[in-house]
């Protein structure tokens, strides 16, 4: 059984730093915690700009229950660092800027996303994102231009 293709994630929001960590306790005696940049793109989208499930979910080009998971689990990993006194790293992540991406609609109102070839990271990815296919009316969801 092979497990699920992972999706890249629409990201419009970059943290200004790469750590956030106690005041006066140096970053080389901190455990550290690590928020991916897709997690951080959903924190922002519910909790500071007050968006809901569904809208949040649909700005990122993902499902409502794979945003849910990616806000559960960046939640999870901010409270554990504020209580145990761990530095928080922002990096990585399988996502996709705003700015490379044209947003349009597909009959059944879905979102279809169309993406510059030469944005894409890989020959691996570029046939992962070629896969992947509209529940509603069955096109790809996403295509090169």
Do not use: W
Not at 65 to 85: D, H, M, P, W
Request: proline share 3%; hydrophobic share 30%; net charge positive.
């Amino acid at each position: 059984m092979c497990a699920r293709p992972v999706i890249d994630k629409i990201v419009n929001t970059l943290p200004l730093y790469v750590y956030y960590k106690p005041q006066g306790i140096p970053l080389e005696s901190l455990k550290e915690e690590t928020l991916n940049l897709e997690e951080i793109e959903a924190l922002n989208l519910k909790d500071n700009q007050g968006l809901d499930q569904k809208s949040s979910a649909e700005k990122m080009g993902i499902s409502r229950s794979t945003f849910q998971r990616l806000l559960k689990t960046a939640r999870k990993k901010i409270i554990c660092s504020l209580v145990e006194g761990k530095a928080i790293k922002f990096e990585g992540g399988n996502y996709i800027q705003n700015e490379e991406i044209k947003k349009t609609k597909c009959l059944k109102g879905s979102f279809h996303f169309r993406i510059k070839k030469n944005d894409i990271k890989g020959k691996e990815q570029e046939h992962k994102i070629s896969k992947i296919k509209c529940p509603k009316c069955g096109k790809r969801l996403i295509d090169f231009i």
